[in-house]
């Protein structure tokens, strides 16, 4: 301390004098620090000065939605439409399958209600036509009465809806919308779609639409029809698509056209003729249990309004189990969905002969499926192998040749 204060008062005194102090620092080595850069782009910084200092805040760029549009530039407007339709086809399904729970539990309570409305009618006419002790003779009339009239509508209106006609039909319609989704997953999968696939994918949902609606009121299938017609799912025209790499044979041989002439020919022959026979049956049949159940409800409560006479009340009674006995036969066997099952079938067959000959049509090979493809996939239709489908060609042909029936199906899966 004392020779800080010396040195001061040196310098003070003599202002001439000038002490110059050198200190000699040794050199460090330099180090080279490789700091990454960071990517300034889309980011920009706010410069907030706040008590001598500079704060740099950096925002990031709301860039939501840029690597999106980069992505999806590189994928085609087919794969997106087609995208697009599988959700909806999801949505189909799961409304179909819905709507078909909810049907078969109509079927199954309005069956179970209506058979205790009129059994407990007809065992009211049973007591007052035994004539029981102490039996009100008027409560037992108006309320037999009322029940039978009650059963009489009921069943009217089942008749006229078919709950289980209309189950069936959500059963195939949600069977159909899975595999027109496997088809588009398919064809995703392994090629690049185009604009001729997003067409024939919304056709095929719009045909299916219109071949199994969901509302009941102005667009309900007719539960009646004069006669069976088979269901047709897909679209009238079906456009032919043309392969990519075209082959001059494209698997297609002369054997191979007739083999598949000679199918069509045992599908119109004994498939569709069967079940076409065997639909009209089952349609004529329900027809006959829809009009016989109301009608002996309303014997029945007319029996059940006259029951002063001898006969009324016995008529009540025997119309009364008649008509249980009828709607049970009606829709606990569910013959309005054995009908629809038929016109399916009939469907199913008239789709694979259709597919056939629109395929034969086409004179180009090259637009063709694969000949190979194309007959594998109509084995499996019919629930055949490769070797039994040829033999049943040949049966065709030589029953043909000798003028006689065919006593085979071509179909070997239903």
């Known amino acids: 301390m004392?020779?800080?204060?010396?040195?001061?008062?040196?310098?003070s005194s003599s202002p001439s004098k000038q002490i110059r102090a050198a200190l000699s620092v040794p050199k460090l080595p330099s180090i080279r620090l490789s700091v990454p850069k960071v990517a300034t782009k889309g980011l920009s910084a706010d410069l907030i000065a706040r008590d001598g200092f500079i704060n740099t805040i950096p925002f990031e760029k709301n860039v939501i939605g840029t690597p999106l549009v980069e992505e999806?530039?590189?994928?085609?407007?087919?794969?997106?439409?087609?995208?697009?339709?599988?959700?909806?086809i999801a949505d189909r399904v799961e409304m179909h399958n819905n709507v078909g729970q909810q049907r078969e539990n109509w079927n199954t309570l309005l069956?179970?209600?209506i058979n205790m409305i009129t059994l407990t009618a007809a065992t009211m006419a049973g007591v007052m036509a035994t004539g029981g002790a102490g039996v009100s003779v008027l409560s037992l009339k108006v309320a037999s009465t009322l029940l039978f009239s009650a059963a009489t509508g009921m069943l009217m209106l089942m008749n006229k809806i078919q709950p289980s006609q209309l189950v069936e039909e959500q059963r195939n319609a949600t069977r159909l919308f899975k595999q027109l989704q496997r088809k588009i997953e398919t064809l995703l999968s392994i090629g690049s779609?185009?604009?001729e696939d997003v067409k024939d994918a919304m056709e095929n949902v719009l045909?299916?639409?219109k071949a199994y609606p969901l509302p009941l009121l102005g667009v309900m299938l007719e539960k009646f029809p004069e006669s069976l017609e088979p269901a047709v799912w897909w679209p009238k025209v079906q456009s032919q698509k043309t392969n990519k790499q075209v082959v001059e044979s494209n698997g297609w041989s002369e054997e191979l056209e007739m083999e598949m002439r000679e199918v069509v020919e045992v599908i119109k022959r004994k498939d569709s003729e069967d079940y076409e026979r065997l639909g009209n049956k089952a349609l004529k049949m329900n027809k006959i249990l829809a009009a016989s159940g109301p009608i002996l409800t309303g014997i029945a409560a007319l029996g059940s309004a006259f029951m002063d006479s001898s006969n009324g009340p016995w008529a009540a009674a025997v119309a009364g189990a008649l008509a249980s006995a009828v709607n049970t036969l009606e829709h606990g066997g569910q013959v309005g969905m054995v009908f629809e099952m038929y016109r399916n079938n009939a469907g199913f067959f008239k789709h694979v002969q259709e597919s056939i000959e629109s395929t034969l049509s086409e004179s180009e090979l090259g637009r063709r499926e694969n000949g190979e493809l194309f007959e594998m996939k109509v084995a499996l239709q019919l629930g055949r192998s490769l070797t039994q489908l040829r033999d049943v060609a040949?049966?065709?042909?030589?029953?043909?040749?000798?003028?006689?029936?065919?006593?085979?199906?071509?179909s070997k899966l239903f």
Do not use: C, W
Request: charged share 15%.
């Open 2 to 11: 004392a020779s800080l204060q010396a040195s001061n008062f040196l310098l």
């Open 72 to 88: 999806s530039s590189s994928v085609s407007m087919a794969t997106i439409q087609l995208h697009a339709i599988l959700e909806s």
């Open 111 to 113: 069956l179970n209600s």
């Open 193 to 195: 779609p185009s604009k």
């Open 207 to 209: 045909a299916l639409d």
């Open 394 to 410: 040949k049966k065709s042909s030589y029953s043909r040749i000798e003028g006689s029936p065919i006593d085979e199906f071509a």
